[in-house]
């Protein structure tokens, strides 16, 4: 079993940058696809990004390509989300996910964000202002 703890969010204004951690212990996280999902006040839950530990393979949402950029580092056992000229809509409390299955994950986080992962973090903050 893992356990997931983001951290890194905060206030930060339009166009900054903010980078988010997904440390997990446990287990390793090679074992698992990671994936980013994110809710904002009173909207439905929306996946954000993914990874394969295991190959490098990444997916991103349409709405944070070429702005955001995922990254694991297994000698710190953490996956990473960097977000780059970050919007006024990016505020939201951000989760990150661990599953064993990449497919199962991709189709999480493309389709289904209120679907099953096999773990959860608690989420951290993110506001931008305008």
């Known amino acids: 079993e893992v356990q997931l703890v983001e951290s890194g969010g905060g206030l930060v204004q339009a166009g900054g940058s903010l980078t988010l951690s997904c440390a997990a212990s446990?287990?390793?996280?090679?074992?698992?696809?990671i994936a980013w999902f994110r809710q904002a006040p009173g909207k439905e839950r929306e996946g954000v990004s993914a990874i394969s530990v295991t190959d490098g393979s990444t997916y991103y949402a349409t709405s944070v390509k070429g702005r955001f950029t995922i990254s694991s580092d297994n000698a710190k056992n953490t996956v990473y989300l960097q977000m780059n000229n970050l919007k006024p809509e990016d505020t939201a409390v951000y989760y990150c996910?661990?599953?064993?299955?990449?497919?199962?994950?991709?189709?999480?986080?493309?389709?289904?964000?209120?679907?099953?992962?096999?773990?959860w973090g608690k989420g951290t903050l993110v506001t931008v202002s305008s």
């Open positions: 996910a661990a599953d064993h299955s990449w497919p199962h994950t991709v189709v999480t986080v493309k389709t289904t964000p209120k679907g099953a992962m096999d773990y």
């Open positions: 446990g287990d390793t996280i090679h074992n698992y696809a």
